[in-house]
C-alpha cells in the first residue's frame, strides 16, 4: 500500500525561524505536491514537482521554497517563517494520471 | 491557471437519504481528469471517485456516482443512501498534464463542501 509520509503532526515555530517541513513517499512516484489547507479556502498549491531537482510553483509559492534531491522525499521550506503561514500542510503524491492520487496525513503548523 | 469552483460551502442531509454536491471548472483543456475527495474529521484525504473526460460514461463507485457534463463543465457528485460515516469535506479537484515534462501533472482543488449527514 502506498505510503506518504509527513514528519510531524504539529509543529510550533517562531516568526523569522527557518522551517523543514518533510515529506516521503515509498512508490516510486513521480509527481509530489505541497498543498495548505485553511478554512473556506480549501487546498491551494504552493509547489510540485514532476521529477528529481525539478519543481514548479503554484498558486501562492511566496515566502516558500521546495527542495527535491531525492525522488522519494520533497521538502517545504519556509524560509523566514511569519504568522501568516501559519496553516494545515499537506503532501501528496501521483505516479501517473491512471493511478489515485494519496496524501500524508498533513502537519498543522503554528506560528508564534 | 484553473479554477474549481464548489458553490456550497455546508449542506446537511438525513440518514439513508440521497445529497448532490455540485462542483464546476474553468478550463481550455480538452483532456483532463476530474476527482471528488473526502476528508474525514480525521484529516486523512481519501479518494472518492475519479472521471476523465475522454469518457461520456459518468463514473459509479458503489453509493457515489458523478454527473458529468463536459460542455456545461460541471461534475456534481451524489452520494445515495447517505450514511453517518460519509460526514465529512468533500472536496472537488481537477487534473491536467503539464508542459514542464512528460508524466507532470497539476492537481487543482476547490475550497470544498463540508457535509453533515444527519441521524
Known amino acids: 500500500d502506498v505510503k506518504v509520509t509527513q514528519s510531524s503532526r504539529y509543529l510550533v515555530k517562531r516568526t523569522g525561524e527557518k522551517v523543514f517541513l518533510e515529506c516521503v513517499q515509498d512508490?516510486?512516484?513521480?509527481?509530489m505536491f505541497w498543498y495548505r489547507q485553511d478554512p473556506g479556502l480549501g487546498l491551494r498549491l504552493i509547489y510540485f514537482s514532476y521529477d528529481v531537482k525539478m519543481k514548479e510553483k503554484g498558486d501562492i509559492p511566496e515566502g516558500y521554497s521546495v527542495s527535491r534531491e531525492k525522488k522519494e522525499r520533497f521538502s517545504l521550506i519556509l524560509e523566514s517563517a511569519s504568522t501568516n503561514q501559519t496553516s494545515m500542510y499537506l503532501c501528496?503524491?501521483?505516479?501517473?494520471?491512471?493511478?489515485?492520487?494519496?496524501f500524508g496525513d498533513g502537519t498543522r503548523l503554528s506560528i508564534l | 491557471a484553473q479554477t474549481v469552483t464548489q458553490s456550497q460551502p455546508e449542506m446537511s442531509v438525513q440518514e439513508a437519504e440521497t445529497v448532490t454536491l455540485s462542483c464546476t471548472y474553468d478550463t481550455s483543456e480538452n483532456n483532463y481528469y476530474l476527482f471528488w475527495y473526502k476528508q474525514p474529521p480525521s484529516r486523512q484525504m481519501i479518494l472518492v471517485i475519479r472521471?476523465?473526460?475522454?469518457?461520456?460514461q459518468n463514473a459509479t463507485e458503489n453509493r457515489f456516482s458523478v454527473n458529468f457534463q463536459k460542455a456545461a463543465k460541471s461534475f456534481s457528485l451524489k452520494i445515495s443512501d447517505s450514511q453517518l460515516g460519509d460526514t465529512a469535506m468533500y472536496f472537488c479537484?481537477?487534473?491536467?498534464?503539464?508542459?514542464?515534462?512528460?508524466?507532470?501533472?497539476?492537481?487543482?482543488f476547490g475550497k470544498g463542501t463540508k457535509l453533515s449527514v444527519i441521524p
Open positions: 501528496a503524491s501521483i505516479g501517473t494520471e491512471h493511478q489515485p492520487q494519496h
Open positions: 472521471q476523465e473526460a475522454y469518457k461520456q
Open positions: 512508490m516510486d512516484h513521480e509527481n
Open positions: 479537484a481537477f487534473m491536467k498534464h503539464v508542459n514542464s515534462g512528460a508524466g507532470s501533472y497539476q492537481l487543482t
